[in-house]
């Protein structure tokens, strides 16, 4: 965060920019520069030529990475793109803020006015593109993308998770408030997410939190970038602590596949808590599952009254929940999944 900071005071003249360019907040791309390359130091040593040859004949993603390779020779003749030097990450993106060549050719902004569209060693370039790259896939200026909200007493946890979409006033109306400012405008389609279960942080996703996705399809990854985005805007941080364990990914399997034995698509048996298994976790039916897990330690631990202490009280700083209204113990899965991390790009050289 200090380094994030740092980078937002040295380069506030190209942010102030891009605010007013495309409406994106200096927060949203420091943490997508710090994710993507540690601002910068980090933009990895694989060919950019091998790499994207490599994945346009691998037989899961093709229909992506051929298409990026005839990008790569239009940068060529551009003088873009040097297939003997270009290197950067193993999945074929380049420079700073980890572009394909087809979105440096569609995005690709001179920032620093040098003639050039340099990714790899000019911030302004790196941002400037990054963030008409969001624009481009749909970011809407002066919207918010993520807020942390207090749950009331009676949340119906089925209604959780990105599949149901509410105008903000219907949360509202259901006892959803924020945790640190009020909420957002009352007709913004949202989303209540629970990245960490039941007994951690709550979450409204407004619609810009589906830009993220056009980034990294990954909700992991999405919502901690989008979470972090919050934090070098001011948001506070989520302060209590998380009391209880997740599921390992062995015990995450055997979950996996009680929700599949009762009939609901989880995916692949794979030990990682993704969409279909949130999805499928989050059906009123979810109960049965847990109870067929009884002998798993973490599940028992969550299914067992007497060794589960109520979550912290936590009061919304705006019209919060009155006190005693807490969230009553119940089953709650963790992810396990690690953020996925590609290497930088480097431009031709």
Same mark, same amino acid.
């Given at each position: 965060?200090?380094?994030?900071?740092?980078?937002?005071?040295?380069?506030?003249?190209?942010?102030?920019?891009?605010?007013?360019?495309?409406?994106?907040?200096?927060?949203?791309?420091?943490?997508?520069?710090?994710?993507?390359?540690?601002?910068?130091?980090?933009?990895?040593?694989?060919?950019?030529?091998?790499?994207?040859?490599?994945?346009?004949?691998?037989?899961?993603?093709?229909?992506?990475?051929?298409?990026?390779?005839?990008?790569?020779?239009?940068?060529?003749?551009?003088?873009?793109?040097?297939?003997?030097?270009?290197?950067?990450?193993?999945?074929?993106?380049?420079?700073?803020?980890?572009?394909?060549?087809?979105?440096?050719?569609?995005?690709?902004?001179?920032?620093?006015?040098?003639?050039?569209?340099?990714?790899?060693?000019?911030?302004?370039?790196?941002?400037?593109?990054?963030?008409?790259?969001?624009?481009?896939?749909?970011?809407?200026?002066?919207?918010?993308?993520?807020?942390?909200?207090?749950?009331?007493?009676?949340?119906?946890?089925?209604?959780?998770?990105?599949?149901?979409?509410?105008?903000?006033?219907?949360?509202?109306?259901?006892?959803?408030?924020?945790?640190?400012?009020?909420?957002?405008?009352?007709?913004?389609?949202?989303?209540?997410?629970?990245?960490?279960?039941?007994?951690?942080?709550?979450?409204?996703?407004?619609?810009?939190?589906?830009?993220?996705?056009?980034?990294?399809?990954?909700?992991?990854?999405?919502?901690?970038?989008?979470?972090?985005?919050?934090?070098?805007?001011?948001?506070?941080?989520?302060?209590?602590?998380?009391?209880?364990?997740?599921?390992?990914?062995?015990?995450?399997?055997?979950?996996?596949?009680?929700?599949?034995?009762?009939?609901?698509?989880?995916?692949?048996?794979?030990?990682? /808590? @993704? +969409?279909?298994? %949130?999805?499928?976790?989050? *059906? #009123?039916?979810?109960?049965?599952?847990? =109870?067929?897990?009884?002998? /798993? @330690? +973490?599940?028992? %631990?969550?299914?067992?009254? *007497? #060794?589960?202490?109520?979550?912290?009280? =936590?009061?919304?700083?705006?019209? @919060?929940?009155?006190?005693?209204?807490?969230?009553?113990?119940?089953?709650?899965?963790?992810?396990?999944?690690?953020?996925?991390?590609?290497?930088?790009?480097?431009?031709?050289?």
């Amino acid at each position: 965060m200090a380094h994030g900071q740092k980078n937002a005071t040295r380069h506030k003249h190209i942010f102030d920019q891009i605010e007013d360019l495309y409406g994106i907040p200096p927060g949203v791309l420091l943490a997508f520069w710090a994710f993507e390359t540690d601002f910068g130091a980090f933009q990895g040593n694989y060919n950019t030529r091998n790499a994207l040859v490599t994945l346009a004949h691998d037989c899961r993603r093709p229909e992506l990475f051929r298409p990026q390779i005839f990008a790569a020779l239009e940068l060529f003749l551009r003088d873009a793109f040097n297939p003997e030097t270009t290197q950067g990450a193993w999945a074929g993106e380049i420079g700073m803020v980890q572009m394909l060549p087809q979105d440096i050719l569609d995005n690709g902004v001179d920032g620093d006015g040098d003639g050039l569209v340099d990714l790899r060693s000019s911030p302004a370039d790196a941002l400037m593109s990054g963030a008409k790259m969001l624009s481009n896939m749909g970011w809407k200026a002066a919207q918010p993308w993520l807020q942390e909200v207090i749950l009331p007493f009676d949340m119906d946890w089925s209604l959780t998770g990105l599949d149901t979409q509410k105008p903000v006033s219907n949360w509202a109306a259901l006892g959803v408030q924020g945790a640190n400012q009020p909420l957002y405008q009352a007709d913004l389609e949202s989303s209540i997410i629970l990245p960490q279960g039941r007994f951690g942080p709550a979450f409204i996703a407004y619609p810009n939190f589906h830009v993220y996705f056009e980034w990294n399809q990954s909700f992991v990854y999405v919502t901690t970038a989008a979470y972090f985005a919050t934090l070098f805007e001011g948001s506070p941080r989520y302060g209590s602590e998380l009391e209880y364990p997740g599921l390992n990914r062995t015990e995450m399997k055997s979950l996996q596949s009680t929700l599949r034995d009762l009939g609901y698509d989880v995916g692949k048996i794979d030990g990682i /808590l @993704g +969409a279909q298994t %949130r999805r499928a976790k989050g *059906s #009123k039916r979810v109960g049965a599952a847990c =109870r067929c897990l009884a002998n /798993l @330690g +973490a599940v028992k %631990r969550a299914l067992s009254d *007497s #060794k589960l202490k109520p979550p912290p009280k =936590r009061v919304a700083k705006s019209g @919060g929940l009155s006190a005693g209204k807490l969230t009553p113990p119940s089953f709650q899965l963790f992810s396990n999944q690690p953020i996925p991390t590609g290497l930088p790009l480097v431009p031709a050289s």
